[in-house]
């Protein structure tokens, strides 16, 4: 017998945006961006760097979430359950290797950028220009989705079961949370933050950042499953 629920709740988008928020990848490139315009002497060019950075990193974002929300409304609903049923079992053992991160960090499968995308990363830092920030935004946007994308990936879908405008303002806020933290790391930096205090905090909870992520890709991947497979039903 089906359960009947209103899913999802903004309570629930804007937990897992929050969580999601809170992640190494994006910002770690955000911190090593604004590290090299500190060495390189551009203190007065931060802000405006930052910004188009972080809008960047929303756009394409917003945009993937978009368009997979939009494909998986217009398929036909037997391939859909059948593609939800697969995402969600790959957001469980995503989830599994996050909360293994947590207490074994470094030892088998980890979910982090690709070596080869890191260091194409660091060498577009080394010739900053607005097109390489723009650019350096959607890359990083489109490469960390492996180390991410996990809970994106599960609301996106949700979202689609029931794709009207409330499902497109739920999106829109969640990528809004999604890049709420980089905005006040680059306004800490701005009025005067030690950027080494914030890599500090980084290192140091990245660890929990971890294990919350998993808890969070395990509960929404079971979620999928079971919308999929009609045990709950969204009204």
């Not at 190494?24 to 500190?38: D, E, H």
């Not at 007065?44 to 972080?54: A, F, R, S, T, V």
Request: glycine share 8%; net charge positive; hydrophobic share 55%.
């Amino acid at each position: 017998m089906a359960v009947e629920l209103a899913l999802p709740t903004l309570l629930t988008v804007l937990i897992t945006a929050l969580i999601d928020s809170i992640n190494p990848c994006a910002i770690g490139v955000l911190i090593l961006l604004i590290s090299t315009l500190l060495v390189t002497k551009r203190q007065d060019k931060i802000l405006k760097i930052g910004l188009l950075y972080i809008t960047a990193v929303y756009i394409t974002y917003f945009l993937f979430g978009l368009g997979l929300m939009t494909f998986m409304s217009v398929i036909p609903i037997v391939a859909a359950e059948y593609i939800s049923i697969a995402v969600g079992l790959v957001v469980v053992f995503a989830g599994l290797i996050e909360i293994k991160d947590y207490f074994w960090y470094g030892q088998g499968i980890s979910l982090t950028i690709p070596r080869e995308y890191a260091h194409k990363i660091k060498e577009k830092m080394q010739k900053l220009s607005l097109g390489t920030v723009i650019f350096l935004g959607a890359f990083v946007a489109s490469v960390e989705l492996p180390c991410t994308g996990g809970p994106y990936l599960a609301i996106t879908l949700i979202l689609s079961q029931n794709f009207n405008l409330s499902a497109l303002i739920m999106l829109v806020i969640y990528n809004i949370i999604f890049v709420l933290p980089l905005v006040i790391i680059l306004f800490m930096v701005f009025y005067g933050s030690k950027i080494q205090y914030i890599q500090q905090w980084k290192q140091g909870n990245k660890a929990y950042m971890r294990l919350a992520t998993g808890l969070i890709l395990i509960g929404l991947g079971w979620l999928l499953i079971l919308i999929a497979n009609g045990t709950i039903n969204l009204n």
